[in-house]
């Protein structure tokens, strides 16, 4: 079986876009061969810079003889019918076959068979397909050819290597005629050269300074890089996007490591690193004893006769202009942080729109100041530091650093906050209150920060709420599910005990007061109705909050369903099923969600128990009876229950038990202690058990059939106390 390799050879790929070619390459390559009939047993797809490349092992030389039948009308049926299906399957009347069937007639049959074909016919054909439709984020045409390409090709190589020899696979596209050759590195090995197998082909393009597989540069460049450092006591700054984005960039690594001016040293170390990742494309060089960045390192594509010396004096020249700029930045920050403080910075966001239904960021942030006070208390935090907090976390978004590195929002927050003397709960708030970004970002809990983090997350959701701008299907331009799972994150992982319903509404309630989204406010003819000393902000809250209560709760009520969803998404990475969340949220309190996974973990525990698994089933049984029995009589047995009626001693001992059950479960509940509570309802398990082994439920005697199903009734109120199990599957 011989195996086969493409290279498609081309002017400098993007390194962002590699990755995606590699596997788009590989899938349309092998599902078209594949769909084509052909097999093979392991593929592989490689990149550098200007080729991308993919080997197959063990291909099938052809592909099989495909013979497909088909059932057509039946002998005698009109012509017109006949002529249609000879037409379907393109044969002549005298290829069918006619074939008896059940009712004494026959049948039209058509037999037709495909014959295989080679394999070089095959892979021209779906490499063709493959290069003229290649899916490039953006692509180019050259010349005076129609092929579109992320950049102009040159060449394609494609042979099929078997133990006679290696082949050719005959293929032009846009003149650009398939062959065996390819060529090594731009500048120290640019001849041609041919090939017979990957082989061959990788060890050539090695000798010819060329290191084809990605994973390896990566892993050349971390390791001398990190030996570089550590002989001089420094440490690199991981960075795993750069590493890869760096190994996209060359074809054979050349780790350099130069110095920083000592007058760019003082610069906060995000800055530095910010500057020379994003500018530079250079890994930063840490002191470990400081935590200075004291050093770069650089990747260049090529060795040189002075080992880089000249190439670094470049990047040393390039790097010095750009901190210059970073520096400027910085020194003037702290001059307008020094003349007007952090919220004179911030008295710009006046003018800059959040979104045209919620106002500026300014309107923004003064609810957000209002909701972290409402939110302090409850995370511990000084409701007067919450508020000053919220007021100059964004200010860092007016400074010169953040215009030129955005992504260093909230960290300039920081440095500036302390340059102006604010206390280490404020500054640490800056940077705090946009985590957790993702699900592996840290979660804060320094009270502050939480209180200023889930009023900025909070108020994100409530606005674009409130002006139906919810995530539909995989579109959420504004990151509203990163937004609430950010809230989900900070309220569990600091066990925040919050009511979210009334904290949406109250929040709802502000920015429409403020913007008034929903209707005109007949201000004059209410005022009987408001206290008239209020000033017209308060007023026109207060109107709001009264007239529109109803929409508010509506819109608060959709905010917390959504909660909901995302909640059962994270619990069930956490492994918690999600029937088992739906029996918990069925509960009171469904809004406040360190209650609510509480109750879930402990129901989920239960459940997972020989006990719990068993009285689920009893209580199913116990549950269905009654439903049957309350439909069919047209009443709803609830109450008088009475041991004095029993005629078995299960049936006794039944009534006990839940009298025992009810006295612990009661008081478990209302100290929140679910697993206590669960474990109460476990001992029912036995007494329900022998109850249905030993009684029937329907007697024939109506005095003790209406008890036993008011005992049944006992049974599923105290079970749905707990959790309703209704919902719960199995």
């Known amino acids: ?66 013979r497909e039948e088909r059932k057509g009308p039946r002998a005698d049926a009109p012509a017109a019918a006949i002529e249609g299906f000879l037409r379907a399957t393109g044969l002549s009347r ?45 692509s180019m045409r050259w010349g005076a050819g129609s092929l579109r390409w992320v950049r102009p090709l040159h060449s394609i190589l494609c042979i099929l290597t078997t133990e006679a020899g290696a082949e050719v696979v005959p293929l032009s596209v846009d003149g650009i005629a398939a062959g065996n050759t390819t060529r090594g590195h731009r500048f120290m090995a640019p001849a041609a050269f041919p090939v017979t197998s990957f082989d061959d082909y990788a060890a050539k393009l090695r000798a010819a300074r060329v290191i084809l597989d990605p994973a390896e540069r990566e892993a050349a460049i971390w390791h001398e890089a990190t030996t570089q450092a550590f002989a001089q006591g420094l440490e690199v700054v991981e960075d795993r996007g750069l590493l ?39 890994f930063s060089v840490r002191n470990p004893r400081s935590g200075r960045i004291e050093k770069f390192i650089t990747v260049a594509n090529r060795e040189t006769a002075d080992h880089g010396a000249t190439i670094l004096q470049g990047n ?88 030129e590195f955005p992504e260093l929002q909230g960290t300039m927050g920081g440095y500036y906050a302390r340059a102006a003397g604010l206390p280490d ?83 709802v309630i502000q920015a429409a007061a403020a913007f008034e989204w929903l209707s005109e406010l007949a201000l004059p003819e209410d005022r009987r109705t408001i206290d008239m000393r209020l000033g017209f902000t308060e007023f026109k809250r207060e109107f709001w909050a009264i007239h529109n209560r109803e929409v508010t709760g509506t819109i608060a009520a959709d905010l917390l369903s959504f909660f909901h969803d995302r909640l059962k998404v994270y619990l069930r990475d956490q492994g918690i099923r999600h029937d088992v969340i739906d029996a918990c949220l069925a509960m009171p309190g469904n809004d406040d969600l360190t209650l609510l996974v509480k109750r879930a973990e402990a129901l989920a525990a239960f459940l997972a128990s020989e006990d719990g698994t068993n009285l689920l ?13 309350e439909e069919k009589d047209g009443v709803e047995y609830s109450f008088g229950a009475d041991p004095k009626f029993s005629e078995d001693p299960a049936e006794a001992a039944l009534f006990a038990a839940l009298d025992a059950a009810e006295a612990r479960i009661a008081p478990a509940m209302g100290a929140e202690d679910f697993p206590a509570a669960m474990a109460a309802m476990a001992a029912l398990r036995a007494p329900i058990d022998a109850f249905f082994t030993a009684v029937q439920v329907n007697s024939a005697n109506e005095i003790v059939r209406r008890n036993r199903l008011n005992l049944l009734h006992r049974i599923r109120a105290i079970c749905l106390q707990v959790a309703d199990l209704t919902k719960v599957e199995g």
């Open 244 to 282: 890869a984005e760096v190994a996209g960039l060359v074809e054979w690594p050349v780790v350099l490591m130069g110095g920083i001016g000592e007058a760019f040293l003082g610069l906060p170390p995000e800055v530095l690193q910010t500057s020379m990742k994003e500018h530079q494309k250079f």
């Open 94 to 138: 005298d290829r069918l076959e006619e074939r008896a069937d059940k009712k004494g007639g026959a049948t039209l049959f058509a037999v037709i068979e495909k014959p295989g074909r080679c394999a070089p016919e095959i892979v021209a054909e779906v490499l063709e397909r493959v290069i003229r439709s290649f899916p490039w984020p953006k």
């Open 617 to 629: 089933q009893g209580f199913k049984r116990a549950n269905n009876i009654l439903t049957q029995a």
């Open 425 to 507: 709960a404020v500054a640490n708030a800056c940077k705090a209150h946009y985590q957790p970004l993702g699900p592996s970002d840290d979660v804060p809990t320094e009270p502050v920060s939480v209180a200023v983090a889930l009023a900025d997350k909070i108020d994100t959701l409530t606005g674009f709420w409130a002006i139906d701008e919810k995530p539909t299907g995989s579109k959420d331009p504004f990151a509203l599910r990163r937004a609430a799972l950010g809230v989900i994150r900070l309220v569990l992982g600091n066990g925040v005990r919050v009511a979210l319903l009334e904290v949406f509404k109250g929040n």
């Open 316 to 403: 040393g020249k390039v790097l010095a202009a750009r901190l210059s700029d970073a520096r400027f930045f910085w020194e003037n920050d702290l001059r307008t942080v020094k003349a007007v403080g952090l919220e004179g910075m911030a008295a710009g966001l006046a003018s800059v729109t959040f979104h045209n239904k919620l106002g500026s960021q300014a309107d923004r942030i003064a609810r957000i100041e209002a909701l972290a006070r409402e939110i302090a208390p409850l995370v511990g935090a000084a409701p007067d530091l919450a508020a000053e907090a919220a007021r100059v976390v964004k200010a860092d978004l007016q400074s010169a650093m953040v215009g």
């Open 1 to 66: 079986m011989p195996d086969l390799l493409i290279e498609l050879f081309s002017e400098e790929i993007p390194a962002r876009m590699q990755p995606r070619a590699r596997e788009d390459l590989k899938k349309l390559v092998t599902d078209g061969l594949v769909e084509a009939g052909l097999t093979y047993a392991h593929a592989a797809a490689f990149s550098t810079p200007r080729r991308l490349t993919l080997a197959l092992e063990g291909l099938s030389a052809e592909s099989p003889t495909l």
